[in-house]
């Protein structure tokens, strides 16, 4: 980051299929920096009562770092961020029926190789769009 400005190489957002479903862009943090892939997750389920994953697993050795998180749905209901195996909660947003809210804050995960899992209070419709990167 030079002057708090962050610079986008390589191909525009939607363009980079990564061939699973996600997307990548390559951001340096500088010119002399080493490159960091950003990695776009779309997630729908109709029941996310019971925890699931949100993000892929980060590189083997790394923790994951969510730097933006979109979460929508049809029904009130509160929504977690959580990690996989030990479910400690890193966010939880609370949203009306028909809302949406996006988490800008940076979430770090607490355990390596472990992804981010979403779970809902409620039973309906909810939509996670999860931008993450890895991070040592």
Excluded at 32 to 37: F, L
Excluded at 54 to 67: L, N, R
Aim: aromatic content about 4%; proline content about 4%; charged content about 15%.
């Amino acid at each position: 980051m030079a002057n708090g400005v962050l610079t986008v190489d390589g191909l525009p957002l939607g363009t980079a299929d990564n061939g699973d479903g996600t997307r990548a862009l390559l951001v340096t943090q500088s010119p002399a920096a080493v490159p960091q892939t950003l990695t776009q997750t779309y997630t729908a389920s109709a029941n996310m009562t019971t925890a699931a994953a949100i993000t892929p697993a980060p590189a083997s050795g790394e923790k994951i770092v969510a730097v933006g998180i979109q979460v929508s749905t049809d029904t009130a209901m509160n929504f977690s961020v959580q990690m996989e195996t030990s479910a400690n909660v890193l966010a939880r947003v609370f949203l009306p029926a028909n809302g949406d809210y996006t988490i800008t804050l940076r979430l770090k995960g607490d355990l390596a190789d472990k992804k981010l899992f979403g779970k809902a209070s409620a039973v309906g419709n909810v939509s996670i769009t999860a931008i993450t990167l890895s991070e040592a």
